[in-house]
């Protein structure tokens, strides 16, 4: 993800929660203090010990309850989401889905992912590895998907043992009481969920506490590297989910009546703020132009508007200066010589909201900040290629290695290229990533793993022990 810039304005000791679409203030959440930052970490350490002690099964069994309140209120959760950061209604709701689904998938998973494993034995001993919680976790959550993004951060570590302190983005502070109410209604034990309100400097100070036993970051690179680097002080365990430019390599034998639909929603999802989205589109260059129209004709297709209207496909951004900051990398281009192509049309009723028309920009350069740096927002960069080499160097040229995506008929060749990609995960022909994938990045994009066996294993320590018979 992109440095996070914020809309939400600080007043005081309070963070004013406003509407992207329009502007209007939606409320007002206090600010956590110091000492409401160091209350909630005690809260969370006086709760893991009889936390951890249940069974894996009575941890499930609170979670499932979870789920079940966040799928009573799914419509409420969708519409706060819709109305603190911009997402349109009907994407909303399927992110509401998806986050049940990693409920049922995490849970289904927990026996499997934490059981005890034997890895030696002979005539006289048997060695067996245990999984067992860190303790009490941080977790800084971002502002793009918030149910998503706790289902996605938080249900591992709980299900393994781990209690967590947890701060959203300040753009979604009203959210926040929402997932506070639903935990209330879940009846999840005192003390093992607690929140922390703020900006970068609640975060900050949450995750320099030296009562942390394991951080979760989703957010900049930059931040990350920050983090990383004060973890490594008291050597906390970490996992980073951090910025991403993945690119998407359209192949001459792509049917691309089928997958300019895939290659839409990698993109522009979200109104394009997601990290593990297309950033980078790279076409064989014999069918680059065909491409480029097939774009440009079904973006034109999908409507800019209000996020709670059902019909609404693209909805603000997140905040003001995320356009601003978007506008800034789209200046850098043009002056260098890109070119922008707008696909699409803001309506006169969403001028006071932060909007930013869908567009393409191509003949993008090194030099630019386009090429290097991670666009969150609508603008989807396109550039021709003419060998599979060149294709994998343009893919490859980046600090992140989050995503890819492949459209091509032939899997020999899909397999081939996703070898050699340097990439966290890589999709084909739009295959989607599930609760069982491994989530996460190389390079600048990330250290760990969440979701997968893997998110239980980088969120439980290991212990041995190895007994006589």
């Known amino acids: 993800m992109t440095t996070q810039l914020v809309s939400a304005e600080r007043s005081n000791n309070e963070i004013i929660s406003t509407n992207p679409a329009n502007g209007d203030v939606l409320g007002a959440v206090a600010i956590s203090t110091d000492k409401d930052i160091r209350d909630a970490i005690a809260r969370a350490r006086k709760a893991q010990p009889s936390w951890a002690a249940l069974s894996v099964q009575e941890r499930c069994d609170y979670l499932l309850r979870l789920r079940d309140v966040v799928r009573k209120n799914g419509e409420e959760v969708a519409r706060a ?254 002056d260098k010589g890109a070119k922008e192509v707008v696909c699409g049309t803001i309506p006169e009723t969403c001028k006071n909201g932060a909007y930013y028309a869908p567009s393409l920009l191509l003949d993008i350069t090194p030099e630019m900040r386009a090429w290097r740096e991670e666009l969150f927002g609508p603008v989807l960069t396109v550039l021709p290629f003419d060998t599979e080499d060149e294709a994998i160097e343009i893919a490859n040229d980046t600090p992140y290695g989050l995503s890819g995506f492949v459209y091509t008929e032939d899997r020999e060749k899909f397999e081939r290229i996703a070898a050699r990609m340097n990439t966290g995960q890589i999709s084909h022909n739009g295959a989607n990533q599930g609760p069982t994938n491994p989530f996460g990045g190389w390079k600048e994009s990330g250290i760990g793993r969440s979701a997968g066996i893997e998110g239980f294993h980088h969120s439980t320590q290991v212990k041995v022990l190895a007994k006589k018979k």
């Open 81 to 334: 989401m819709t109305l603190e950061m911009g997402m349109p209604i009907t994407a909303a709701r399927k992110t509401v889905e998806k986050a049940l689904g990693r409920f049922d998938g995490f849970t289904s998973m927990a026996q499997q992912a934490l059981k005890p494993k034997i890895v030696q034995e002979d005539d006289s001993q048997i060695s067996t590895v245990y999984r067992e919680p860190y303790g009490v976790a941080g977790i800084i959550a971002p502002w793009n998907f918030p149910i998503g993004n706790f289902a996605l951060t938080s249900i591992q570590p709980l299900l393994g043992g781990n209690t967590i302190v947890y701060k959203l983005s300040e753009e979604v502070v009203r959210f926040g009481e929402l997932l506070d109410r639903l935990m209330e209604e879940a009846s999840l034990p005192e003390g093992v969920f607690n929140q922390v309100y703020g900006d970068g400097e609640v975060g900050k100070k949450l995750v320099s506490s030296p009562d942390l036993d394991f951080i979760h970051f989703t957010g900049s690179s930059a931040t990350g590297k920050k983090i990383y680097s004060a973890a490594g002080e008291a050597l906390t365990p970490v996992t980073l989910e951090l910025g991403g430019s993945d690119a998407g390599i359209v192949f001459a034998d792509a049917d691309l009546d089928a997958q300019i639909e895939n290659i839409f929603w990698a993109k522009f999802i979200n109104a394009g703020q997601i990290c593990c989205g297309l950033k980078r589109l790279l076409v064989e260059r014999s069918v680059y132009e065909k491409t480029i129209e097939k774009l440009k004709d079904y973006i034109a297709t999908m409507p800019v508007g209000d996020p709670m209207q059902e019909q609404t496909r693209f909805g603000p951004l997140a905040a003001p200066r995320q356009v601003d900051l978007l506008k800034e990398q789209i200046k850098d281009a043009t």
